[in-house]
């Protein structure tokens, strides 16, 4: 049986690792805000954005995010930005083993900031990099393969979704 969605989760992102002027970045987010409003159709429930610091050093990213709610209905709002963690997350999609993922990484002292279901996604990802980063201050001159633990990660986290994950500088 197929089943015809005819609303999903829209995001939309800019990414520029040019340094340009402040008045350049505004003149971008401008293009960029109007750029998403053409999908906001594909998330009735929730629009938000994440703009990068405007600081002529920093790269410039904006990232915003149409929603359509399923799970965390009442503070589930995306991008989920975690200024602790330098990490910024946006999804589509449902994590379905999300409430055993929720308590292992609560009990980890992950403060959650919503009731999303994606949520898990950030700390799964940042509970991987700490592991990476521990190999590599034991032996720092060690191949450490990404990758490894970038499947690791991936392999904990069940369901149907896309997303993307912003690490800051």
């Known amino acids: 049986k197929l089943i015809k969605l005819n609303k999903m989760c829209g995001i939309w992102a800019y990414f520029c690792k040019e340094i340009i002027s402040n008045e350049e970045k505004s003149k971008k987010y401008s293009q960029f805000y109007k750029m998403v409003k ?20 920093h790269n410039t990213i904006y990232i915003a995010h149409e929603r359509l709610a399923i799970n965390g209905l009442e503070s589930g709002s995306q991008p989920i930005h975690n200024v602790d963690l330098g990490l910024v997350l946006s999804v589509n999609g ?17 403060k959650y900031l919503t009731k ?18 521990e190999k590599l201050k034991k032996n720092p001159f060690d191949d450490v393969d990404i990758n490894f633990y970038m499947n690791s990660f991936m392999q904990k986290i069940e369901g149907i979704f896309t997303c993307l994950l912003y690490t800051s500088p």
Do not use: A, T
Request: glycine letters at 4%; aromatic letters at 12%; charged letters at 30%.
């Open 38 to 57: 053409k999908i906001r159709h594909r998330g009735p429930d929730w629009s938000g954005s994440f703009k990068s610091v405007l600081n002529p050093s």
């Open 94 to 110: 449902e994590i379905y083993n999300h409430i055993y993922n929720d308590v292992d990484l609560k009990d980890m002292d992950y």
């Open 116 to 133: 999303s279901d994606c949520e898990c996604i950030m700390y799964l990802y940042d509970m991987e990099m700490v592991k990476c980063e």
